[in-house]
């Protein structure tokens, strides 16, 4: 099944956990746009959260009654990419024993929310090109031409100013993409929201398994803290399932050893965005408040 019409609270939800103002910015972003009949592009990296912004979007929407279409480029059948986004008759190509709509179609009075739009072939560049331009479909083996009515979100976790500039994208697509932009941020930039985060998440999972008292400890926080997370709340989602399972972390999440360097360039920031508050800067730079205390002297000398 193709197309799904609404998403789980509990993932939205999550989404908008965080005081940070990076997270601010996401919501702001997020409810103004989905208010706007436009297309939009979501930016971060990958297990960010992409995904899960495009189908609030949707829901926020007045295109809510309408489907969600998800499209993950890099997954579509090698050579069938257009076949995919238009549709075909029956006989178009062989394999082809049945007339169907195309992802365009499926969409259509909704949001078609295209993944990884950064690993499109050139010929599938050139069929999103026609059908964001146009807004009309006509299906492989056929001369009819039908018109959808339907937002499109992309999404990817690549520089396609980079790519344009390469010669590896479009730039009349990237164009056509509009410049209506949220970026997702990696959990790390944000490592403030990560007790809220994962409390959600722990709690959550541990509910699904029947252990509704799973708390972390305070080591095991420290660990989520300070840890860089390279799959970002995806991973974090994940640990929190192994955490409820074993009652501990995997052993992928380790608290790595901390240069001075690192962090105390952000010290003075991070201490004045917590109010003074030596405990909350600690948790948030994933040090102790005796680390903290050192590198303000430092600071001071």
Known sequence: ???????????????????????????????TLAALPWHVRIEGPSGSGKGLAARLLHCASPRRPGPFVPCQVN??????????????????????VADRAGLFEAAHGGTLFIDEIATASARTQLALLQLVDEG???????RRTRKVDVRVVFATN?????????????????HRMGVLVVRMPALNEHREDMPELAGA?????????????????????????????PGNVRQLEHAMEHYVAFEKLPDCV????????????????????????????????????????????????
């Not at 939800?13 to 996401?26: A, F, K, N």
């Not at 990419?81 to 549709?87: I, P, R």
């Not at 009309?136 to 056929?142: A, F, N, S, Y």
């Not at 709690?203 to 095991?220: C, H, I, M, Q, V």
């Open 1 to 31: 099944m193709r197309a799904v019409a609404h998403t789980d609270p509990y993932a939205v939800e999550t989404l908008l956990l965080g005081t940070s103002p990076l997270m601010d910015d996401v919501r702001e972003k997020l409810a």
């Open 75 to 96: 997954a579509m059948p090698d050579g069938l990419e257009v076949a995919e986004l238009v549709g075909y008759t029956r006989g178009a190509f062989t394999g082809a």
């Open 136 to 142: 009309t479909v006509q299906r492989l083996g056929e």
């Open 158 to 174: 690549a520089d396609l100013v980079e790519a344009v500039r390469a010669g590896q994208f479009r730039e009349d697509l990237f």
């Open 201 to 229: 998440m722990l709690a959550r999972k541990a509910r699904e398994a029947g252990r509704a008292d799973t708390r972390l400890t305070r080591a095991a926080m420290d660990r989520v803290i300070a840890f860089d997370w």
């Open 254 to 301: 380790r608290r790595p050893g901390r240069d001075p360097r690192e962090w105390e360039h952000q010290l003075g920031d991070v201490v004045e965005r917590n109010d003074g508050n030596i405990a909350a800067a600690a948790r948030e730079l994933g040090v102790s408040r005796k680390a903290v205390y050192k590198g303000l002297k430092r600071r001071q000398a």
